[in-house]
C-alpha cells in the first residue's frame, strides 16, 4: 500500500489486520491532511519507529501478535517509549482493565468507532493545544 | 388569501435539498463508518484478506440513489431514484452470494447502511435545528432502505435457486 503524500503531513502509522479497513483508514487519513503509513506484520519496532509516526493505530486482535505486546515493547524502546497511541479493538480486554507500562499517552477507541472520533483522538494527541488546523 | 409568491426561492423550505447537500458533503465519513462496522461482522472478520473494493461492493451508488429518494416527495411521481436503488442493492446481492457472504450479513449490511444516514440526519438535524423535518426524512429513508433490502435479498435469492435442470443459477443481474 503505497501513499504517495507530501512528507510535512503528520505520520500516523496504521497496525491492522484486515486489509479493508486498513485501506479504508489509509484512504481516509490521506483525504484528511495525515500521511498514513500501513505498516506491516511482524511489526517490528524498529519498523515502527522508522517512520516516526506522530501516532501509532494499533489494533489489538491481530492475526499474527498481540497489540499488547507491540505496546510493551514499544515502552521498553527509548524510540518508542513516548509515542502517542490510538488503540482500537472490538474486544473487552481493554486498557481499564490491565495496567498499561509507563509512556507516552494512550487512548482507546472501541470498535465499531465513528471515523470523526478517531480523526478526533488523532488531532488531539497530535497536538492537545488544537494548532493542528482540521482536515 | 392566496400568497402573492410562492416562496419556492427559499432555501429554509428545502429541507429535503438542505438534508441531501450535507449527505453528500458529509459522504466519506458516514461511508467509512458503514467500512467500520461491516468490516467487524464476523463474516467479513473470516477473511482479513477481503480488499477494501469489494467489501464496499455497491455502497456507494447505493448511497447515491438513496439521498436522491430522499429529495423525492412521493415516489408515484417520480421513481427514478428507487429504480437505481433497487438495480444497485441487486447487484450487491448478487456480489455478495458469489463471495459465499450469508443473505443475514447481507441485510445486516443494509441496516448498517441505515444506521449511519440515521446518525448523519440527527446529526444535520443538530446543527441546522431542523428537528420537525426529521420524521418525513425518516419515513422516506426507511423506504429507501426497504427497496434496497427487497431487491439485495432478491437477488441473492435468485443467484441459489436451482434452475429446471437442477442447475444452481448464476445471478440477476449478469
Redesign the interface.
Known sequence: MSQPLPIDRPVVGIIEDQQAIAQMLVEVLGANRFQPVFLEPPYSIDAITAVRPGVLLLDIMLNQASGWDILEQLREDPAGRDLPIIITSAVYDRPGLRSLPPGGPVVFIPKPFEILTLLAGIRDLLDPKGAVAPG | MLPRSLPVDSPRLDLEGEFAAYLTATA??AL??W???V??LPA??AD?????E??RGEIAPLFEAIVDAILVHDPVYDDEPGTRIAEAAGRHGDQRRKIDIPIGTLLTELHELRQVIT?AMSGWAETAGRHPALASLTLRLERAIDTASIAAATSWVAGTAPSRDGRHGSGTTE
Open positions: 466519506q465519513f467509512s463508518d467500512v467500520l462496522r468490516a467487524n467479513f472478520r482479513p484478506e477481503l480488499d477494501l469489494r467489501l446518525r
